[in-house]
């Protein structure tokens, strides 16, 4: 599975670098797990990080054997700068749609959108226009989108979650609301190709939710226990059902 993180100037820095950590750390997990080499404890050196099977390598992205996870930009360039002012390298352009190196999960994260900052933030991507039009490419490429918090707001600009099952943060539920979304009270919304998350740390839900259904119920619980975290089980499926927590 190749999953592109798509960043840029103001997005909140967890919404992002949550679910990378997640993806990162299951596609090396699952690539031991295809090569039979798991450690009978099922630990992946000492401090649980990936081996050279499964490691971020020199442009970020994770061993060829499980997949990948990078962050890339629309444009060409080194860094971005998030919400919180962390400097975050990117590791490439987002391709078309079409192209060979195209991602399988294409993760949208959050970031300003209520304070409404016209430089750097979610709110800006969208007044500008650029994300939205690359976001719709991918939707009507059939390709799985999964939105972080805000981000949400971007798909909907986008118009991606039009009649949709959605979530967003709390904060802008009504407006998501407003554009024409259906929106779902749950941590993570799965609503087939297109995925949502509430707020900040309910990205990482979603990423061991996705890693779940790809790799496994144990690879997803071994992401969860390297990172230290509790996993919240609250996701609303496209059939209606949910899932609630253990």
Known sequence: MNVDIL??????????????????????????????TTGDDGAIGDDGASGDDGAIGDDGASGDDGGRVRYVSLDERETVTASHGTRVGVDGTLPGPGGEDAPDLLVVPGGGWNARNQEASAWAEAQKGDVPR?????HAADTRIASVCTGSMLLAEAGVTDGRRAVTHASAVEELRESGAEVVDARVVDDGDVL????????????LYVVE??????????????????????????????????
């Open 134 to 138: 690359a976001l719709a490419a991918y």
């Open 196 to 207: 949502s998350a509430g707020g900040v740390t309910s990205g990482i839900d979603l990423a």
């Open 7 to 36: 960043v840029y100037d103001g997005f909140d820095e967890l919404d992002g670098i949550g679910p990378y950590e997640v993806f990162d750390y299951a596609l090396g997990y699952a690539a031991e797990e295809d090569d039979g």
């Open 213 to 246: 259904r790809e790799f496994g119920e144990s690879v997803a619980d071994r992401a969860a226990t390297v990172i230290e975290y509790e996993r919240r089980y609250e996701v609303a499926t496209r059939d209606g059902s949910r899932r609630g927590e253990n």
